[in-house]
């Protein structure tokens, strides 16, 4: 028993997460389909509470996944100018739906009170657009008081007050025909100009429709801020993921070429 023992060599407490197995399980994993390895992720993020439809309230991981599809300084300034366009054509849509139990409610005094104009004012009704505006700004503001108070103010709210006035203005018939062109055309613009012919690269909504809709309004607005200087150790954080995405991307692309 001894001589058998010897040969055999010394006994080892070789745990599961020795460099042979794990690289058999590497191994393993390379031979997945690409297929099922996405589907597994997919489930996997799917399972985790903290995400809702790609959502959390990380705001490095929120800003990095968009700003992987968005590096060309062409196509950021492309939705720098369409990206509100499609929130403001939305809004006239739904300025032409008021909730039955704010139906007569005016918010016209109180924003006349704070200086709005009063053409502006008097279109102040708590349409399906107000719902939108909060929803949208209580997100932003869960992930980044400054950013998220500062797009509400200088941004959603015009938005929302132009929008519905526009609605009350030329009436629903002719609005939502107005806001359909706007629409369609600053789609066009980001899809064909800015991701085709610049970025070269598909958009963040074939990879997640919902976490696109939501972020981009915030992601064109934290462009602004920190072209300004605001924050510049998250701006440098949020490129330096921005890369490693990209590269993880590309590598993933050569394999499967």
């Known amino acids: 028993r001894r001589i058998a023992r010897r040969k055999q060599g010394p006994r080892t407490n070789r745990s599961p997460g020795t460099s042979r197995e794990r690289f058999c399980c590497t191994d393993a994993f390379h031979r997945i389909p690409r297929a099922t390895r996405v589907q597994q992720r997919t489930v996997a993020s799917a399972e985790n509470s903290d995400m809702v439809l ?47 139990a704010a139906e007569g409610v005016s918010l016209a005094g109180a924003f006349r009170a704070i200086g709005v104009p009063r053409f502006l004012a008097s279109a102040a009704v708590p349409n399906l657009g107000a719902l939108a505006l909060i ?9 980044e008081p400054i950013a998220g108070t500062s797009w509400f103010v ?15 203005a030329v009436g629903w018939d002719a609005a939502w025909r107005w806001a359909l062109a706007l629409h369609l055309l600053a789609w066009y613009a980001q899809l064909h100009p800015g991701h085709v012919v ?8 074939l990879d997640s429709l919902a976490q696109s809709l939501v972020l981009a309004p915030l992601f064109v607005w934290m462009e602004v801020m920190f072209a300004c200087g605001y924050r510049p150790g998250l701006r440098s954080d949020v490129d330096r993921r921005v890369k490693r995405a990209v590269e993880e991307r590309e590598r ?4 499967d070429d």
């Open 198 to 205: 610049f970025e070269k690269c598909r958009p963040a909504l």
């Open 54 to 100: 790609g959502l959390n309230f990380d705001l490095l991981d929120q800003l990095s996944f968009y700003g992987a599809y968005h590096r060309h300084p062409v196509n950021k300034a492309i939705h720098l100018v369409f990206v509100p366009c499609i929130i403001w054509s939305a809004l006239v849509w739904m300025a032409g739906y008021v909730p039955e």
């Open 154 to 168: 200088m941004c959603g709210l015009p938005m929302w007050l132009s929008a519905s006035w526009f609605e009350s």
């Open 252 to 255: 993933e692309g050569a394999k």
């Open 135 to 143: 929803a949208y700004s209580a997100y932003y503001v869960a992930l």
